[in-house]
């Protein structure tokens, strides 16, 4: 295999014009012969950069409105053509199939379109078949040709043909062909999913996910474990991807799994009451304090109080601007994560005391965001909708009802049980104006367990009243010993979806001690 190859003649044929001008000015002042397409020539013509228009080249004009450019005979054959293989090199010159060193393309903007929601004839005009072509002929050929399928790419080529008096090396080539192969699956994955979206919906049988931007991670889930972070294209809107970190460390695989989760359920509770501020703390993937208050200060404060020792270390989610007062709260607390939509410089000059602490900032999320999740178990993967109901209707199924100032209470709840690990119990109530999670138990075998050894014990040791709390189950009672507990223990209002077998013994429980349960037809399990 030849090292070192010249670049004589470069085809460039691009959407994106950045960087073009100066890739373009390097490879004439080489000597490199330049053939280009009709848009692209353009450009090189406005900038007085010689070329070769691709009609003249291929002896055939653009057509069919610039659907046919460069697929032709000669184009595809002076890219595969096998140099110093005497029967291809004699085959090419029989033919007179003029040799291309390099290829540079980017492609329609298919993904932009298909973000955009353009219809579907916009989709398929950008739809690219020349250009991935091209590519995929080059990038076949690296033993002689080169690709260049992103602008980031120009300036580093344009040094190494210096370095190399206008030659490529084998390794760069190889290199450059690897990564024309990974933007063409890519590019190839967002139209097969775009389409088989619109057209095969639940029908589909193969999905396609294209995962990029790959950032690896110091470790795992633990120390021994490798791991890798890429960005998945999976709903609208920000994400904790997207996130600006301000400052900190960078982010560990705990640490985003955790994020993820408290700005998932701040978001949801901001969404869901709408003004005022909601006060996430999650540790290990659970909220120990959810609170939603008038003021950020207040919704902070109770947050922490919620469970203040498993506080220590955790991820705090704000939806409202960190300013100086809320930053000094933490001066004297050990933090990994705080989120918020937007930090004040005074609040940074605090923050900035504790350098290991990381500082993110991002917009609420949207209560539409439409995103999508994979689990991976042995051998396979769930693919299925995030859980992002926000919001249901409470049906009375007891004797006694629930005052209508208890309702959004609940909701409120609803929410809490369902960012808890089933089976979740989640004791939450509204006083002053604030409405916090009191009591949660979860991750039980058993849901008696998550209430009489979790929820119930939390919410004694903060003096609260129980007849003041509303229980909120994630899933249904599948008997009634849950409803008999929590109601010897003081509690007399439950929320639940229903749906056991068992409902009217259930239901009969909770008439006999005169408790108000209502129904909320949707179980909320969070494995």
Not at 411 to 418: D, E, I, P
Request: glycine fraction near 8%.
């Amino acid at each position: 295999m030849i090292d070192l190859w010249p670049i004589r003649t470069a085809l460039l044929s691009v959407t994106d014009k950045t960087g073009l001008e100066s890739l373009a000015r390097g490879l004439h002042q080489r000597g490199v012969h330049i053939i280009s397409t009709g848009g692209t020539g353009k450009m090189l013509k406005e900038w007085s950069i010689p070329f070769q228009d691709i009609t003249e080249f291929t002896g055939h004009p653009e057509a069919f409105s610039g659907r046919m450019k460069t697929i032709s005979f000669a184009c595809a054959s002076g890219l595969l053509f096998r140099r110093q293989d005497p029967s291809d090199e004699l085959e090419a010159a029989q033919l007179g199939i003029k040799a291309i060193d390099l290829v540079v393309c980017n492609l329609y903007p298919f993904e932009k379109v298909a973000a955009e929601k353009a219809d579907e004839p916009v989709l398929v005009e950008n739809i690219d078949i020349g250009g991935p072509l091209m590519i995929r002929a080059a990038a076949k050929n690296f033993a002689s040709v080169s690709v260049l399928t992103d602008p980031a790419q120009y300036e580093s080529f344009l040094a190494s043909l210096v370095s190399f008096q206008g030659q490529t090396t084998f390794a760069l080539r190889r290199e450059l062909a690897a990564r024309a192969f990974e933007r063409i699956a890519q590019y190839d994955v967002a139209i097969a999913q775009t389409l088989g979206e619109r057209i095969l919906g639940d029908k589909q049988e193969t999905r396609f996910i294209a995962l990029t931007n790959a950032q690896p991670l110091r470790y795992g889930e633990n120390p021994h474990q490798k791991a890798t972070v890429y960005e998945w294209k999976n709903s609208q809107g920000a994400t904790i991807k997207s996130a600006r970190i301000l400052q900190g460390k960078e982010l560990s695989s705990n640490n985003m799994l955790d994020a993820d989760a408290a700005w998932k359920a701040a978001s949801d509770v901001q969404n869901l009451m709408g003004k005022g501020c909601a006060a996430i703390v999650v540790k290990h993937g659970n909220p120990c304090g959810m609170v939603h208050a008038s003021s950020t200060k207040v919704a902070l404060e109770r947050a922490w109080a919620g469970d203040s020792v498993s506080a220590f270390g955790g991820i705090i989610a704000l939806t409202q601007k960190v300013d100086a007062e809320i930053a000094t709260f933490f001066n004297e607390k050990f933090i990994e994560i705080l989120m918020a939509p937007e930090f004040t410089p005074e609040a940074m000059q605090i923050l900035a005391t504790k350098k290991n602490v990381r500082v993110l900032e991002l917009p609420v999320l949207s209560a539409d965001k439409k995103e999508m999740t994979l689990r991976s178990f042995c051998g396979g993967v769930l693919y299925q909708e995030e859980d992002e109901k926000l919001s249901t209707e409470l049906k009375t199924v007891t004797k006694v009802s629930m005052t209508s100032a208890d309702k959004q209470t609940s909701l409120f709840g609803v929410l809490c049980a369902k960012h808890l690990k089933s089976n979740a119990i989640a004791l939450v109530r509204t006083e002053n104006g604030v409405t916090e999670l009191v009591g949660a138990g979860m991750g039980q075998p058993n849901r008696l367990d998550s209430f009489l050894r979790l929820a119930l014990p939390r919410m004694v040791e903060k003096d609260i009243k129980p007849e003041s709390v509303i229980m909120v189950s994630d899933a249904f009672f599948p008997f009634g010993d849950t409803v008999e507990v929590a109601a010897k223990a003081g509690i007399k209002r439950i929320v639940q979806p229903g749906g056991s077998i068992r409902d009217d013994e259930v239901f009969a429980m909770a008439d006999k001690y005169n408790v108000a349960m209502v129904c909320t037809g949707e179980r909320h399990f969070r494995h």
